[in-house]
């Protein structure tokens, strides 16, 4: 199984300040189509996820361009560029490359 | 607009059965791949279980294979997940969630998810 590793944990964050958040896949996520299959989720309090990024660097539809996600090799970077108190919550990557699907073990964003 | 609804939520004891359903609108149900995706209370998430379009292939997570299984009717629009031999590691709020692509499991992602419903084992 593709084994994802997150990090931070928590992130506690200024308004108006950037964040960003770490996960890499034990495995190269790499489709034969080229694309890398790894998904960003924003569970807010109380909610379901939402998508915010597929493919590693596309957004969802709805999603603010304050949200970006980035790939290096196996490594992949959610960045906010200027927080806002409607972002927190907890992030999560996912690779959907093959089944099992696997899940980062999640950031919690936190207003200071 | 898309609508997973999901249902079939309880307390059970352990070893007891139990049938999911989730009930999809605002799409074709039939064109898409639909998960089942479960929460444990406090915890992150964890993927359980996919169905293709069709039906014709099923995957799971290793702790459920077994005591779990995942089904459709398309004719109804409904997605189930029959649970067997509970243990209390399955207590969790049960997601469905919709691929975004057209009939394919893997790769894909999800685009949809429902609201949830509780499942909890005990005594």
């Known amino acids: 199984d593709i084994v994802m590793t997150q990090s931070p944990l928590s992130l506690p964050v200024t308004p108006g300040e950037p964040a960003s958040i770490s996960c890499r896949s034990s495995q190269s996520l790499l489709f034969s189509n080229g694309y890398k299959y790894l998904n960003w989720y924003l569970q807010k309090p109380g909610q379901s996820p939402q998508l915010l990024i597929y493919?590693?660097?596309n957004r969802a539809s709805g999603v603010p361009d304050r949200f970006s996600g980035s790939i290096s090799g196996r490594d992949f970077i959610l960045q906010i560029s200027r927080v806002e108190a409607e972002d927190v919550g907890v992030y999560y990557c996912m690779q959907a490359l093959q089944p099992p699907f696997t899940f980062g073990g999640g950031t919690k964003v936190e207003i200071k | 607009q898309v609508q997973l609804v999901e249902s079939g939520g309880a307390v059970v004891q352990p070893g007891r059965s139990l049938r999911l359903s989730c009930a999809a609108s605002?799409?074709?149900?039939?064109?898409?791949?639909i998960h089942w995706v479960r929460q444990a209370p406090g915890k992150g998430l964890e993927w359980v279980a996919a169905i293709s379009f069709d039906g014709t292939e099923k995957f799971y997570v290793d702790s459920v294979k077994g005591r779990f299984s995942i089904s459709r009717d398309n004719s109804k629009n409904t997605l189930y997940l029959e649970m067997s031999s509970l243990r209390a590691e399955d207590t969790a709020l049960y997601y469905c969630?919709?691929?975004?692509?057209?009939?394919?499991?893997?790769?894909?992602?999800?685009?949809?998810w429902g609201q949830g419903t509780l499942v909890t084992v005990s005594s």
């Open positions: 493919l590693g660097s």
């Open positions: 605002g799409f074709t149900f039939s064109n898409y791949d």
């Open positions: 969630a919709k691929g975004a692509l057209t009939r394919m499991v893997a790769p894909n992602w999800f685009d949809s």
